[in-house]
């Protein structure tokens, strides 16, 4: 009965029905019957329904089963008319990983060419998704792999001999790598192509004197400068400059990669490396160069690396150009932040020729290199119709010339843009110390006359530059007009760490912005201070519905602060309404009981009543800190929760069950696997029984 409702179930038309069908078959103990289903299901026009079979058909664990599967997969190889269920069937040896191995070796010898193909390509999989590679030692099964792979390098088809060298090199062990260098030296020229590919792949050093003699077949040079970047060492420098100097745009680009590979996973410094390129000549430093525009990221490094290298000044025009490209940007600006005054004024020639984002660049290098002949370029830019220029060249200037910048700086303060305003505060608070007294006589006038976004950085900076001056006007500042003012200012104060100033906070949440009482309600939390505490307490008491946001904060605070004494009024709001106060308590409750035992066996009870919550948000929060403070009864907790109408619920509790590598756990994740419907919930259930 079963196999007809199967068969029936499969010819639907209807996906749906197809995956019901499928899904049967996890409810039956193997028999030979189900396979000719089993293998319509692998070759189903769903991607679907092919992956919940082939999930499956890997999931049957006795020997008879594996056998009948392992026989099924393999036959499968041969459907050349249908590639999805070829897919599937390497897809399904794949899983089944070790186990299919003796069975894949036995079928080495099997007549169609591209059946030994995939079986191969199949065994370099198993392996690839394997601690196995690199391992000198093998044990005799694995020695048994290799030996086979290296018959088939001697196969009559050209496609197997590839696949098994490419195999050998996702096995990676040393006899692997002595019959690569053997290719590489004695094979025709496709084997010695993808033999040096596999030595890459490998990624360990070998014997490099086979290698540098392909670099005489042009057809080579490419794979050849790939794997020297791969393995190869300082000694390889001579034959990569060579490289370089290649008409060829992809050799020459492999050996620009290499070059940067070698240095970095070498750690040789520039000092090392250098020398061995300072006789490169213009017209090669222009093929270099023009590899800045690859559309591949590690050729684009690489040219910058090598332009980094030559500390000309005739390599600053290319650095400024790769300024322009997002991905090497930042590689280019130190590059010329190194050359320092060398490339100054090529820098400063080229400025006014830039994009306005490399203008913005261009301004943080020579505010780092720090010269005084930028000074004009910096000052113009001060006033470019760019923000964004404007903000780097505020910082730039403060390196430069401190004292002169101050009165343009302060300027910016009031600049349309917010970024710039910020700027300029971060710029000003680069003043040394003896400076500071000026900046706060040039900045409190702007309390009185300004806009709410200027006094708003005025007050930022006044909290990160100090003075007794500025820490009163601070906490005059929080009965300022601007909400923003007044936020700004609860941050400042908080941010100076000193007990003495709690009581402004404190004040703060009376406020009537809701903003600002969330900073005070947060900064208070910081303090910790016992007025803090007490503070916060008083705020679980507002009645008013619309400062739920408020709570949620307080409670948070409160946890973070992690006295035992505020958990009785924690406690109470567990049984509010609002769900987003809940989960704040149970949160606060769990940071609390991570670190007093007793508190932990007073809340558990009360936590463990929130997985009944009917909001499954809550129920979720519950599960984790249950998860924290009650590891030894977890199980038991959260089990009948897999029976949870919310999906994200069942979900959640499968990712904390398979943390809990028991039999028992992982026969109550297969008996909910059997009747789940949820698709996503399915294959949790499924990667959890992977590491179980």
């Given amino acids: 009965m079963l196999i007809d409702e199967l068969e029936?179930?499969?010819?639907?038309?209807?996906?749906?029905?197809?995956?019901?069908?499928?899904?049967?078959?996890?409810?039956?103990?193997?028999?030979?019957?189900?396979?000719?289903?089993?293998?319509?299901?692998?070759?189903?026009?769903?991607?679907?329904?092919?992956?919940?079979?082939?999930?499956?058909?890997?999931?049957?664990?006795?020997?008879?089963?594996?056998?009948?599967?392992?026989?099924?997969?393999?036959?499968?190889?041969?459907?050349?008319?249908?590639a999805g269920l070829r897919n599937s069937a390497v897809e399904g040896l794949t899983m089944l990983g070790r186990k299919a191995i003796p069975y894949l070796i036995k079928n080495l010898n099997d007549n169609d060419h591209d059946v030994r193909k995939f079986i191969v390509d199949t065994i370099g999989e198993i392996w690839a998704n394997k601690d196995f590679h690199g391992a000198d030692a093998l044990s005799g099964e694995e020695q048994s792999v290799v030996d086979e792979l290296i018959k088939a390098t001697r196969d009559a088809d050209e496609n197997v001999r590839l696949s098994a060298i490419e195999a050998l090199g996702k096995i990676g062990s040393q006899k692997a790598v002595n019959i690569l260098l053997s290719i590489v030296e004695e094979g025709d020229a496709a084997l010695k192509f993808t033999a040096l590919e596999a030595l890459g792949n490998i990624g360990r050093p070998v014997p490099m004197d086979g290698v540098y003699n392909v670099l005489s077949d042009r057809l080579l040079r490419r794979a050849a400068y790939d794997l020297i970047g791969k393995v190869g060492g300082p000694e390889a420098l001579p034959y990569l400059l060579d490289g370089l100097k290649e008409s060829s745009t992809s050799i020459r680009e492999a050996a620009i990669v290499a070059v940067k590979r070698i240095a970095v996973s070498r750690g040789l410094s520039r000092l090392q490396i250098a020398s061995s390129f300072l006789q490169l000549n213009p017209l090669t430093i222009e093929k270099i160069a023009a590899s800045l525009e690859s559309h591949d990221l590690n050729i684009k490094s690489g040219a910058v690396f090598i332009l980094s290298l030559l500390d000309r000044r005739e390599t600053a025009l290319h650095l400024i150009k790769a300024l322009g490209f997002d991905e090497i940007a930042d590689e280019a600006k130190l590059a010329l932040i190194r050359m320092g005054d060398k490339g100054l004024d090529v820098l400063i020639d080229a400025y006014p020729r830039q994009s306005e984002n490399v203008r913005g660049i261009l301004c943080n290098i020579l505010g780092e290199i720090g010269s005084r002949k930028a000074e004009n370029i910096l000052f113009r830019a001060l006033k470019d119709n760019y923000g964004h220029v404007r903000s780097s060249a505020a910082v730039a200037i403060a390196k430069v010339n401190t004292e002169r910048a101050i009165p343009e700086i302060v300027n910016l303060l009031e600049d349309e843009f917010d970024d710039v305003r910020d700027a300029a505060v971060d710029a000003l608070c680069l003043v040394e110390d003896n400076l500071k007294e000026t900046v706060i006589s040039a900045v409190l006038p702007l309390l009185s006359t300004a806009g709410p976004s200027t006094r708003e950085k005025v007050i930022i900076l006044l909290g990160r530059i100090g003075g007794e001056e500025g820490i009163e006007r601070l906490r005059l500042a929080i009965k300022d007009d601007s909400p923003a003012v007044r936020k700004a200012a609860v941050l400042a104060i908080e941010g100076m760490g000193d007990e003495r100033y709690v009581q402004d906070i404190v004040l703060a949440l009376a406020d009537e912005d809701r903003e600002v009482r969330l900073a005070a309600v947060k900064a208070l939390g910081n303090t910790a201070s016992r007025e803090a505490v007490d503070s916060l307490l008083l705020t679980l008491k507002n009645e008013d519905e619309d400062d739920i946001w408020v709570k949620v904060a307080s409670v948070e605070s409160l946890g973070r602060i992690g006295q035992k004494d505020v958990v009785k009024a924690i406690r109470e709001l567990v049984d509010k309404e609002e769900g987003i106060l809940v989960i704040a308590a149970i949160e606060a409750l769990g940071r609390i009981a991570v670190k007093e035992h007793k508190v932990a066996e007073e809340v558990r009870p009360l936590i463990a009543r929130c997985i009944s919550h009917n909001d499954a948000e809550v129920v979720k929060a519950a599960v984790d800190v249950l998860g924290k403070i009650g590891k030894d009864d977890i199980v038991s907790a959260v089990l009948p929760l897999l029976e949870h109408p919310n999906w994200d619920v069942r979900t959640h509790v499968v990712d904390v069950l398979s943390e809990e590598k028991t039999p028992f756990v992982r026969n109550c994740l297969e008996a909910r696997f059997r009747i789940e419907t949820d698709e996503l919930v399915r294959h949790r259930i499924l990667e959890a029984l992977k590491g179980q």
């Fill in 8 to 82: 029936k179930g499969l010819d639907s038309p209807d996906e749906e029905i197809r995956m019901q069908a499928v899904g049967r078959l996890v409810d039956v103990s193997f028999m030979p019957e189900i396979l000719p289903a089993l293998k319509k299901a692998m070759a189903d026009t769903s991607w679907r329904v092919r992956k919940s079979a082939i999930n499956i058909a890997a999931a049957f664990q006795d020997e008879k089963a594996l056998r009948s599967i392992l026989a099924l997969m393999v036959d499968s190889l041969h459907s050349e008319d249908n």
